[in-house]
């Protein structure tokens, strides 16, 4: 039921349990006691082996004090290995492969077991928990609901508590679901992680200047002013983009939804005169061939070449009307997608260069702040405690305005590369589909219209677009369907 990726699956020994305890960091005491004395496994309270690729369950014999356990999100097919721990209260074996109830008789002072998402087709085996109160079994292939009943009454765990945890956990996936498909729209408008602070806090996640600075006084209501201000750029440019993007599909749609009208409608007519052909000369086929006048029979098979003749000039006329009515039709398409794309372009430059002009203000600002701080603390009349690492840029002016000038800098390239971003992408996009339209131009239109007989007309000549390799280079995000 759970597979992890494709690595080699795993048997819990020393060395996993070793590494186990000693990444529970520092503020676990076993943790600590792993690192400085190395393992000593009887003390460890609780251990997490999630996401290990694990089997089968082994060499827990010596976790006696052992109070938590989580297993969840392995490979494992049964319940064993756990005799030892007497003490355990909480165990998750869920999002595995088990197949059966089994293996926990001797964990009398189980509280809490988790075994969602399993292969479990049956309730039983519980008889020895006394203690169990939640019981998580969810997303299993239990056929008999009698048997949960009885177990239900039998182990006095919460029913509601059980649904409550497995309603949480579906609204957790779905959540995640969600995320991922309106992480993907955003990232379709070319707008992603532009609808919120992101970019903002980008900014200074590695400004360690901007940081300091921000204890001066007056700062913080200066960057407070600044960021409100920035984030309602970046979220204009947002709902720009998913508007702009609504305006892309739908104008290929309309592109999609004309070639093939077109394409059928041609295709219709050349059945429709084949059809004509079939039925006035197919009855009369048996006819010829019995013919014995050697006169009649030239005369008829001439009057057949004729018609052949015109027929495949009447097939040939449709495709010749089909290749202009759909070089136009694509011809406007890469115009109006082109057109699209460069207004979309020109506006999210304006509204980056807005950014660029609040972080100058605010640069501006910081910077008179920060030569008057120095001043007041030269002349020994600043009244606000200051950090150390703050008032060790206040050694002279120099330090200060290469200091204030620093972050500057950070906040510049990091809205300078989200605007390149963006703009690369959404060229190398629309270059990527207008490629695609014209190879696709030149791949159908030979099959198009039903042929008499011969091979098809060399397809038209694609248009050479404009635009650079590396343009072309990524892959686009809406699809010409093949």
């Known amino acids: 039921m759970n597979r992890l990726c494709n690595m080699e699956p795993r048997v819990m020994d020393d060395e996993m349990l070793k590494l186990a305890v000693g990444e529970q960091g520092p503020r676990d005491e076993a943790g600590q006691l792993a690192k400085q004395e190395g393992v000593l496994f009887k003390d460890v309270l609780s251990l997490q082996l999630d996401f290990q690729n694990i089997l089968r369950i082994d060499s827990l014999w010596q976790f006696e004090n052992l109070r938590k356990l989580q297993l969840d999100n392995n490979v494992i097919e049964k319940i064993e290995g756990l005799e030892n721990l007497t003490r355990l209260v909480w165990l998750d074996l869920s999002f595995n492969n088990i197949e059966a109830i089994e293996g926990l008789d001797t964990l009398v002072n189980l509280e809490d077991l988790s075994l969602f998402n399993n292969r479990i087709s049956k309730i039983d085996s519980l008889d020895a928990l006394a203690k169990l109160q939640v019981l998580s079994l969810g997303n299993n292939q239990i056929g008999n609901m009698m048997n949960k009943e009885l177990a239900e009454m039998k182990h006095q765990y919460s029913v509601d508590e059980l649904k409550h945890r497995e309603s949480l956990m579906q609204a957790r996936l779905e959540d995640e679901r969600a995320r991922r498909e309106e992480l993907a729209e955003h990232e379709a408008a070319f707008v992603e992680h532009l609808s919120g602070p992101s970019l903002w806090d980008s900014m200074y996640a590695e400004d360690v200047e901007g940081s300091q600075l921000s204890h001066l006084p007056g700062v913080r209501e200066l960057l407070q ?212 339209v014209s190879a696709a131009k030149g791949r159908r239109l030979p099959a198009a219209v039903p042929h008499a007989g011969g091979p098809p007309p060399a397809p038209a000549q694609t248009r050479t677009q404009g635009w650079s390799r590396e343009e072309r280079s990524q892959e686009g995000r809406l699809t010409i369907p093949a």
């Open 225 to 436: 002013t600044y960021k409100d201000k920035f984030v309602i750029i970046c979220l204009n440019i947002f709902e720009y983009g998913l508007k702009q993007q609504k305006k892309r599909k739908a104008e290929l749609d309309t592109f999609m939804g004309c070639v093939q009208e077109a394409v059928q409608e041609k295709q219709e007519q050349g059945k429709h005169k084949i059809a004509k052909f079939e039925e006035k000369h197919l009855l009369s086929l048996s006819s010829t061939r019995d013919e014995s006048e050697l006169t009649n029979f030239e005369i008829k098979m001439a009057e057949y070449s004729e018609d052949i003749t015109e027929l495949a000039n009447v097939l040939m006329t449709l495709e010749m009307q089909l290749v202009e009515q759909l070089e136009e039709t694509i011809n406007m398409f890469e115009r109006n997608i082109i057109d699209l794309v460069g207004l979309f372009v020109e506006n999210v430059q304006s509204l980056m260069a807005q950014c660029r002009d609040l972080e100058n203000h605010h640069h501006e600002k910081l910077l008179e702040i920060a030569i008057s701080t120095l001043e007041k603390i030269v002349k020994g009349e600043l009244d606000e405690d200051l950090p150390d690492a703050v008032r060790s840029l206040f050694v002279d002016k120099d330090t200060i305005v290469n200091a204030v000038g620093a972050s500057h800098d950070i906040h510049l390239l990091k809205i300078d590369n989200r605007e390149d971003e963006l703009v690369t992408k959404v060229n190398s996009w629309c270059a990527h589909l207008v490629d695609k």
